[in-house]
């Protein structure tokens, strides 16, 4: 199946006008920022994107700031009813809500099943207050800070922690669940939005040594056809998953790229540069 996506420009994107695709997507290639592509590609609807290029700072620029005051992607706009989202998780519930009529697996409405529909909405937190926050530090001090000459040992360690700890309970929920998916048989919103930070480990400097069935999963995910594409859009960055989806060389060239689009503040470095001016 081919992807229905199509690109456009911030300062043309559809609004009010093309009901044929009235969602789109303001992204860059991170790991919440592929969550909407996989999402949008698993319903197989048609859609657009954004790239919100982090190199040149346009996540800060005035234009992305009125859609998301706090100056990070992703965000959504829906056409058929003028309205912005931003956050992730939020995006993942609305966007499978808004088609729950293609696949109501991933999140069905409470009116049809109201534990499960909370069983999801609660790992969608977990995802988001648990797993992203703890992996994210951990990729931010092992690969943007210590990469710039600040290693804080005690945030390493902290957050390396922290990070496999959240691992093991999606382990153990796999285990539990009975698989392959973290509530069982049928995908669910709540498996895309843990995959994009428990599926990029390596990034985050983590082992998942002895997570059978974490790696499963993850594995069984990475070979998905919608998740394939999902991440290729905006564009590809394998080399967050680590080997074998890319080379020692894309790995070392990748550490160095990602590291200067940030300032050790965590801002964009583009966006200070461009104050200087």
């Not at 290639?29 to 592929?34: D, F, S």
């Not at 190199?55 to 309205?83: C, F, M, T, V």
């Not at 009116?111 to 931010?140: V, Y």
């Amino acid at each position: 199946m081919m992807s229905k996506a199509r690109k456009v420009t911030m300062s043309s994107f559809p609004r009010k006008t093309n009901h044929d695709a009235p969602i789109t997507l303001f992204i860059y290639a991170t790991m919440n920022g592929y969550k909407g592509p996989i999402l949008c590609e698993e319903l197989g609807i048609d859609w657009n994107y954004v790239t919100v290029d982090f190199e040149k700072g346009e996540q800060k620029s005035p234009q992305y700031l009125s859609i998301n005051p706090n100056g990070r992607i992703p965000a959504l706009y829906d056409a058929d009813h003028d309205i912005f989202i931003a956050e992730s998780a939020a995006i993942l519930e609305y966007i499978a809500a808004k088609y729950r009529h293609k696949n109501p697996a991933l999140l069905p409405s409470p009116e049809d099943d109201l534990g499960r529909h909370w069983e999801i909405r609660q790992w969608m937190l977990f995802g988001a207050t648990g797993l992203s926050p703890a992996m994210g530090n951990a990729m931010f001090f092992n690969r943007i800070a210590a990469t710039k000459g600040e290693v804080n040992e005690y945030a390493i360690q902290r957050y390396t922690n922290e990070s496999r700890r959240c691992l093991e309970v999606l382990d153990e929920q796999l285990k539990k669940s009975g698989g392959p998916f973290l509530l069982g048989p049928q995908l669910t919103i709540a498996d895309i939005n843990a995959f994009t930070y428990a599926g990029t480990h390596f990034w985050a400097k983590v082992s998942v040594e002895g997570l059978d069935n974490l790696n499963a999963w993850i594995k069984l995910l990475m070979e998905r056809e919608a998740f394939k594409r999902g991440l290729d859009i905006p564009f590809a960055r394998r080399v967050f998953f680590g080997p074998p989806f890319a080379s020692e060389e894309e790995i070392a060239a990748e550490i160095s790229r990602n590291a200067g689009q940030f300032t050790i503040s965590g801002g964009s470095a583009a966006a200070e540069e461009s104050k200087g001016k």
